[in-house]
């Protein structure tokens, strides 16, 4: 039992485990607000484009009565454009962050020197005698 829970407390205290959780809490966090975008804003100016119409209300009864089950289409539509809402955000972040942490590549200097193999000193790379021990190169 003390290896089970050892192996516990190795597995919670990993890196990736407390990363992934603060992701699920920001997530959540997230998420409401991203709820209140889609249902106290633009909800509201979408009916208003569309003449008043209240799409969380929209439904469709499928019985007679009060008690009837409803299919709620308008509160469907308010889950995809939130989900769409999400997804452009997430992806312009992913976007941003991408562009932020991509390191602008340096082209290398051309080569324009090389190393004496008998006396290891720097020399010109079209050099055939190395000016410090004298050595004769191969080209």
Known sequence: MKKFINEFKEFISRGNVMDMAVGVIIGGAFTAIVNSLVNDIM???LSLLTGGLDFSKLCIALGE????????????LAAVINFLLIAFVIFM???TLNKLSKKKEETPAPVTTK???????????GATKCPHCTSQLDS
């Open 65 to 76: 009565g009060e008690g009837a089950a409803t299919l709620n289409y308008g509160a469907f």
């Open 115 to 125: 190393d004496c193999p008998y006396c290891k000193e720097k020399i010109a790379i």
């Open 43 to 45: 909800m509201p100016v």
């Open 93 to 95: 972040l992913i976007k």
